[in-house]
Structure formats: structure tokens, C-alpha cells
């Protein structure tokens, strides 16, 4: 499986951004994508999870409210939708496959792409 993320960019401060990521190779109903971010001189962080097979997704307390996560199976794409940005949710930003099917740690993930940059000015 290869993951590649985009629709990073730069953005003020409320805006909203969606970042895609494509994922080639089959998925597993049981499998689950993840989106996790890296500020400078930070740890990578979990972001929001979602189940490939169910749909349901999963959020960070800092983002619940503000981000959405999709998936289009169809299309073997998920989507980060981020609204009300703040300063703080400038990063880079990867998506990441796992087996676990829903996983908060970014040691579950078997599979990344190569990370978008979101920086919101203020």
C-alpha cells in the first residue's frame, strides 16, 4: 500500500483547508486510516482515526468540533476537513494505514504518506 496526502497550503486563522489522501492497493474492511501531525520540535500526534469499513471516525480532543474525517472507499480516499483553524494546527500533516482497524498511536500504523504542510497564519 502507498499513501500520498495533499491540499495542504497556507491559510489565516478561521479559515478551512481539506487535505486528501490516496491510498493505492487494496484496503481491508477491517483496516483503519489515521491522520496525524508533526510541528516543528514537537512529537508526531494523533489527529482523528476512522474505520475503513464502518465509516466511523475518530478525533483528538483539540480538534473534535472543527475537523471531519471521510472516506470514499470507492475511490480509496480519505479526507481531513478542517475548519476554524488556529495557529496551533499549523504542521505537517501525514496519513497512515493501519491493520488495527482504529488506533491512536502512530506505532499502530503499518503505512505513511509523505505529509502535506498546513501553516495558519494569524
Known amino acids: 500500500v502507498q499513501l500520498q496526502a495533499s491540499g495542504g497550503g497556507v491559510v489565516q486563522a478561521e479559515g478551512s483547508l481539506r487535505l486528501s489522501c490516496a491510498a493505492s492497493?487494496?484496503?481491508?474492511?477491517?483496516?483503519?486510516m489515521g491522520w496525524f501531525r508533526q510541528a516543528p520540535g514537537k512529537e508526531r500526534e494523533f489527529v482523528s482515526s476512522i474505520r475503513w469499513g464502518s465509516g466511523v471516525a475518530y478525533y483528538a480532543d483539540y480538534v473534535k468540533g472543527r475537523f471531519s474525517t471521510t472516506r470514499d472507499g470507492a475511490k480509496n480516499m480519505v479526507y481531513l476537513q478542517m475548519n476554524s483553524l488556529k495557529p496551533e494546527d499549523t504542521a505537517v500533516y501525514y496519513c497512515?494505514?493501519?491493520?488495527?482497524?482504529?488506533?491512536?498511536?502512530?506505532?499502530?500504523?503499518?503505512?505513511w504518506g509523505q505529509g502535506t504542510l498546513v501553516t495558519v497564519s494569524s
Open positions: 497512515g494505514l493501519t491493520t488495527a482497524g482504529y488506533a491512536r498511536g502512530a506505532v499502530a500504523y503499518d503505512y
Open positions: 492497493g487494496r484496503i481491508f474492511s477491517s483496516s483503519g
